[in-house]
């Protein structure tokens, strides 16, 4: 394999069909499938056959539905799943305020800011940080009390939950490691997301995350909807990320005794709570409202064979859509390696003002157009209508390139939240943080006048 195709193969699943329908990959065993009904046990009869609730369960069970959507909304549109646990998770002391993270639930503060917004790789702290600690807003905007906005985070962090547990009661999490991977465990079961893969947490769904050394990643919260597919219109029936390559886990359970912490991200605060048992008791479940992974190097990049510099739409992978057809709540899109052999053509991304905003991550490599200064574990922000695209030196360089075929994005993987809201940034991002780059408005200056008339 030469070198050219080995980039290509980076991040390549390593899935084996493993019967009945399971996948495995990395070890762990999954369901595949995107929005499907599943059912799973870890116990051979935990399942209650022809009811959800019979008046007993088998294995001495208790039955709990958690629903993901409100019970009369239309059938395509509704989430709920039934979780046959060990104990109810009512289970539980109080829950008592804890300031344990720099998580941000109200935007109303935050001062408006349309400048160009660069960052830095986020730092990863030496001190003992887990997921939960090193949860940090960067922008948002609307109310997770009205089900209404989104809010972008990163996490840095060292250390794993060990016998602690996370929710939230204000929204879905769309998860994208950037360096370490992450074991999750969920009520659902376990998964493993690696760099280049996503993982997505529905509301209320109790996870616990395990990490191998230093960490970091970039975190999506909607706080109304749900993330689905999106529309693939006259590309056909097959394209972009097609639903098989999805995983959701099998049931696997844990019977431990002792005291245990349930942390819960509620109203935009945080809270922490005491049990005396595993929150991680389900031995059996059914249902559509479940946890999932994607490889995004399974994703089938679309992209245009004449001519022109094709919409970045084309690129999503998941959207979370508003009742306004068409206009996304948020857009998760991704920049893969692709072929690109449009003629006559300026290739890389056009210079663009949006009536959405950008939000830009990168995973692994450099970004086609800034490769200098936008670093892995970074970040970009371009707010509703502020002009960005490509920096001097990829403009030059672009203008005059041989248009030949070639391979763009070459072990690279950027991606972008694209939002119809008007985002703002909180005052961590702006200055706490520590790595906001000033002077970015610089890598567009010396974009000279060109203009002539023979």
């Given at each position: 394999?030469?070198?050219?195709?080995?980039?290509?193969?980076?991040?390549?699943?390593?899935?084996?069909?493993?019967?009945?329908?399971?996948?495995?990959?990395?070890?762990?065993?999954?369901?595949?499938?995107?929005?499907?009904?599943?059912t799973?046990?870890?116990?051979?009869?935990?399942?209650?056959?022809?009811?959800?609730?019979?008046?007993?369960?088998?294995?001495?069970?208790?039955?709990?539905?958690?629903?993901?959507?409100?019970?009369?909304?239309?059938?395509?549109?509704?989430?709920?799943?039934?979780?046959?646990?060990?104990?109810?998770?009512?289970?539980?002391?109080?829950?008592?305020?804890?300031?344990?993270?720099?998580?941000?639930?109200?935007?109303?503060?935050?001062?408006?800011?349309?400048?160009?917004?660069?960052?830095?790789?986020?730092?990863?702290?030496?001190?003992?940080?887990?997921?939960?600690?090193?949860?940090?807003?960067?922008?948002?905007?609307?109310?997770?009390?009205m089900?209404?906005?989104?809010?972008?985070?990163?996490?840095?962090c060292?250390?794993?939950?060990?016998?602690?547990?996370?929710?939230?009661?204000?929204?879905?999490?769309l998860?994208?490691?950037?360096?370490?991977?992450?074991?999750?465990?969920?009520?659902?079961?376990?998964?493993?997301?690696?760099?280049?893969e996503?993982?997505?947490?529905p509301?209320?769904?109790?996870?616990?995350?395990?990490?191998?050394?230093?960490?970091?990643?970039?975190?999506?919260?909607?706080?109304?909807?749900?993330?689905?597919?999106?529309?693939?219109?006259?590309?056909?029936?097959?394209?972009?990320?097609?639903?098989?390559?999805?995983?959701?886990p099998?049931?696997?359970?844990?019977?431990?005794?002792?005291?245990?912490?349930?942390?819960?991200?509620?109203?935009?605060?945080?809270?922490?709570?005491?049990?005396?048992?595993?929150?991680?008791?389900?031995?059996?479940?059914?249902?559509?409202n479940?946890?999932?992974?994607?490889?995004?190097?399974?994703?089938?990049?679309?992209?245009?064979?004449?001519?022109?510099?094709?919409?970045?739409?084309?690129?999503?992978?998941?959207?979370?859509?508003?009742?306004?057809?068409?206009?996304?709540?948020?857009?998760?899109?991704?920049?893969?390696?692709?072929?690109?052999?449009?003629?006559?053509?300026?290739?890389?991304?056009y210079?663009?003002?949006?009536?959405?905003?950008?939000?830009?991550?990168?995973i692994?490599?450099?970004?086609?157009?800034k490769?200098?200064g936008?670093?892995?574990?970074?970040?970009?922000?371009?707010?509703?209508?502020?002009?960005?695209?490509?920096?001097?030196?990829?403009?030059?360089?672009?203008?005059?390139?041989?248009?030949?075929?070639?391979?763009?994005a070459?072990?690279?993987?950027?991606?972008?939240?694209?939002?119809?809201?008007?985002?703002?940034?909180?005052?961590?991002?702006?200055?706490?943080?520590?790595?906001?780059?000033?002077?970015?408005?610089?890598?567009?200056?010396?974009?000279?006048?060109?203009?002539?008339?023979?």
């Open positions: 394999m030469d070198a050219k195709r080995a980039k290509l193969e980076l991040g390549k699943p390593k899935v084996e069909q493993a019967g009945h329908g399971l996948v495995k990959d990395s070890g762990l065993l999954y369901l595949t499938g995107f929005g499907a009904e599943h799973s046990e870890a116990v051979s009869g935990a399942l209650p056959q022809g009811q959800n609730a019979p008046q007993t369960c088998p294995l001495g069970l208790y039955a709990e539905q958690l629903s993901g959507s409100a019970f009369t909304q239309p059938r395509k549109e509704n989430f709920r799943s039934w979780l046959y646990r060990i104990r109810p998770s009512v289970g539980h002391e109080p829950f008592e305020p804890i300031d344990c993270n720099k998580v941000v639930g109200s935007f109303a503060d935050c001062v408006p800011d349309p400048n160009q917004m660069r960052w830095d790789p986020f730092p990863i702290s030496d001190a003992k940080t887990t997921f939960v600690e090193g949860l940090s807003t960067v922008a948002g905007a609307g109310d997770p009390t089900r209404s906005g989104a809010a972008y985070h990163m996490y840095t060292n250390t794993s939950m060990d016998k602690d547990a996370f929710y939230n009661s204000d929204g879905d999490f998860i994208v490691p950037q360096q370490g991977t992450l074991h999750v465990r969920t009520e659902f079961g376990r998964m493993t997301v690696a760099a280049n996503i993982c997505v947490i509301r209320g769904i109790r996870m616990r995350v395990a990490v191998e050394g230093p960490s970091r990643g970039y975190v999506c919260e909607i706080f109304g909807g749900r993330f689905e597919l999106p529309n693939l219109g006259p590309i056909g029936a097959n394209g972009l990320a097609n639903p098989r390559d999805f995983q959701c099998v049931a696997d359970y844990e019977d431990v005794e002792g005291e245990h912490l349930v942390y819960n991200k509620f109203q935009g605060k945080m809270f922490v709570a005491k049990q005396d048992h595993s929150p991680f008791d389900v031995v059996a479940w059914h249902g559509n479940y946890p999932y992974k994607y490889n995004l190097a399974n994703f089938n990049v679309i992209n245009s064979v004449s001519f022109d510099h094709i919409d970045p739409s084309i690129f999503t992978v998941l959207t979370c859509p508003t009742p306004t057809p068409g206009v996304a709540l948020i857009d998760f899109a991704i920049f893969p390696p692709r072929w690109s052999v449009q003629e006559h053509t300026f290739r890389p991304p210079y663009h003002r949006n009536c959405m905003s950008e939000f830009m991550g990168l692994l490599g450099h970004y086609e157009a490769a200098e936008f670093q892995p574990g970074g970040a970009t922000l371009h707010s509703m209508m502020t002009p960005h695209g490509p920096d001097k030196q990829c403009f030059d360089g672009a203008s005059k390139a041989d248009l030949k075929p070639e391979r763009v070459e072990g690279t993987q950027a991606f972008m939240f694209e939002s119809s809201l008007s985002v703002k940034t909180t005052a961590w991002a702006l200055k706490d943080c520590g790595c906001k780059q000033e002077g970015y408005l610089n890598v567009w200056k010396g974009l000279e006048k060109k203009f002539k008339v023979e």
